[in-house]
T-cell receptor, first 115, second 109 residues
Framework: DTGVSQDPRHKITKRGQNVTFRCDPI?????LYWYRQTLGQGPEFLTY????????KSRLLSDRFSAERPKGSFSTLEIQRTEQGDSAMYLC?????????????FGPGTRLTVL | KNEVEQSPQNLTAQEGEFITINCSYS?????LHWLQQHPGGGIVSLFM?????KKHGRLIATINIQEKHSSLHITASHPRDSAVYIC???????????WGAGTKLIIKP
């Protein structure tokens, strides 16, 4: 399977704990995006990488959230001191920036439940 | 007013019916995505359109750039088509998709 993969698929944690999610994009894709989706809502943009550079962070991404893409391939999203409001589906997408608009391909998501 | 509007919000139809979901946007775009999301979360890209029409199996997507409107059609609908269908606009010189609220489609056998 050469699609976008995310790990883990589900995570249940207690409030105050730290969690880390991983996204492996399609191998030749240079752009990587993180989104968050709460129940009944559309995805919300969190952050975006072009290669290893984090070019944009949404205001939604508080100081407790950090994302990295150290070698321009896989990315990690860490949430420190989780809160119940962090419970959501965290989606990763990747794309290749060539000529014209690029299609974003989505991973299956990581569903986070904070108890 | 949202920059991307979808209609209807909910649609229930019988198996075999022809389905149309509409998407209107108010910003200048370089492309528009149609995506499908099944219960449980996974999002699948169906189409990316810049102009005209695309077809894949029983799915057809059209876009009218002048009217800032796109439609997703499903022919010979089947219960496995039941999902949320989302349109998302990619503005000019930007990478942040602007998402519609989604259309929840239920196809009854």
């Amino acid at each position: 399977d050469t699609g976008v993969s995310q790990d883990p698929r589900h995570k249940i944690t207690k409030r105050g704990q730290n969690v880390t999610f991983r996204c492996d994009p399609i191998s030749e894709h240079n752009r990587l995006y993180w989104y968050r989706q709460t129940l009944g809502q559309g995805p919300e943009f969190l952050t975006y990488f072009q290669n290893e550079a984090q070019l944009e962070k949404s205001r939604l991404l508080s100081d407790r959230f950090s994302a990295e893409r150290p070698k321009g391939s896989f990315s990690t999203l860490e949430i420190q001191r989780t809160e119940q409001g962090d419970s959501a589906m965290y989606l990763c997408a990747s794309s290749f920036s060539g000529r014209g608009a690029d299609t974003q391909y989505f991973g299956p998501g990581t569903r986070l439940t904070v108890l | 007013k949202n920059e991307v509007e979808q209609s209807p919000q909910n649609l229930t139809a019988q198996e075999g019916e022809f389905i149309t979901i509409n998407c209107s946007y108010s910003v200048g775009i370089s492309a528009l995505h149609w995506l499908q999301q099944h219960p449980g979360g996974g999002i699948v890209s169906l189409f990316m359109l810049s102009s005209g029409k695309k077809k894949h199996g029983r799915l057809i997507a059209t876009i009218n750039i002048q009217e800032k409107h796109s439609s997703l059609h499903i022919t010979a609908s089947h219960p496995r088509d039941s999902a949320v269908y989302i349109c998302a606009a990619l503005p000019h010189s930007n990478y942040q998709l602007i998402w519609g609220a989604g259309t929840k489609l239920i196809i009854k056998p």
